[in-house]
């Protein structure tokens, strides 16, 4: 499957569906509190989906191999890697949690993001890794633009979080999203700079990291299909962002009016 080149309707479309996912996430931000369960996060976030015309884009999804995704989010909660399933374990004080969203809109047009939730007063490490997490996934959108490779994208954040002390999961990568939940490219957080695909403006594609506090090396959990944790027991983190490749640079498109505030080091949206 060759790489998808945007339109500017498609690329109007897919700026819908990106802040409607955005603001998925800032509205359930205030209720993510010590006591709240995931489950409850994933019932608000559902009724704000109604609200918007939206629906999720995880709720039956099913890729070979998989049993349908039973849920309108994900909410992978301290030592789970990704696609933790919502459920009734209250969130207590020192949790982390990643939230994350796809929304499809009426037009087809599929948004994708997630964000990290630190729960009450939580630790030093955990702090630190959430925030290197941010920052990793921003040093990699920074290398987005016409004539990189997306292993400048990978490279960027691997150094970024090895240099840091931490590790980066490598068997789960940022994909391709339009009208079709994962396109081509798969986008690695890790690699060598000047190799992989060269970016083209109207490209679409997540930057999505997921970098553990120990080793990188993960497992399944449990039986449901989904759940991965990891291997060692240490936290892990994950932020995610939908991006544009423009003609001069690059587009955040999941950017919303409760999203967090870009690092230091990032001085717009657009370069």
Same mark, same amino acid.
């Given at each position: 499957m060759s790489i998808s080149i945007k339109t500017a309707e498609d690329i %109007?479309?897919? =700026?819908v569906a990106c802040r409607l996912a955005s603001e998925v996430l800032d509205a359930i931000a205030p209720h993510i509190q010590p006591g709240i369960t995931t489950? =409850? /996060?994933?019932?608000?976030? %559902?009724?704000?989906? !109604?609200e918007q015309g939206t629906i999720s884009a995880t709720i039956g999804y099913q890729p070979p191999g998989y049993p349908p995704y039973p849920a309108s989010l994900c909410t992978s909660v301290n030592h789970v890697v990704c696609h933790g399933i919502p459920n009734d374990k209250p969130l207590k004080k020192g949790d982390i !949690?990643?939230?994350?969203?796809?929304?499809?809109? #009426?037009?087809?047009?599929?948004?994708?993001?997630?964000?990290?939730?630190l729960i009450g007063e939580c630790s030093i490490a955990a702090k630190r890794l959430s925030a290197i997490t941010f920052e990793a996934m921003w040093h990699g959108i920074l290398q987005v633009k016409p004539g990189a490779h997306l292993g400048?994208?990978?490279? %960027? /954040?691997? #150094?970024? %979080? *090895?240099?840091?002390?931490?590790?980066?999961? =490598? *068997?789960?990568?940022?994909?391709?999203?339009g009208k079709r939940f994962h396109e081509e490219p798969q986008v690695l957080h890790y690699g060598r700079p000047?190799?992989? *695909?060269k970016l083209e403006p109207g490209m679409v594609f997540t930057i999505e990291p997921m970098i553990n506090?120990? =080793?990188r090396d993960i497992k399944e959990f449990g039986n449901d299909g989904w759940t991965i944790v990891t291997k060692d027991h240490s936290l892990s983190a994950q932020w995610e962002h939908t991006v544009l490749v423009t003609p001069t640079g690059y587009e955040v498109m999941t950017l919303s009016a409760g999203s967090p505030a870009l690092p230091d080091f990032v001085t717009a949206t657009t370069t």
């Open positions: %109007a479309g897919m =700026r489950r =409850r /996060i994933d019932e608000i976030a %559902a009724a704000c989906m !109604v !949690v990643n939230v994350d969203v796809t929304v499809i809109t #009426k037009d087809g047009w599929y948004g994708d993001n997630s964000r990290m939730y400048d994208i990978g490279h %960027a /954040i691997q #150094k970024f %979080a *090895e240099g840091h002390g931490f590790s980066v999961v =490598r *068997e789960f990568c940022g994909h391709g999203i000047g190799t992989l *695909e506090a120990g =080793r």
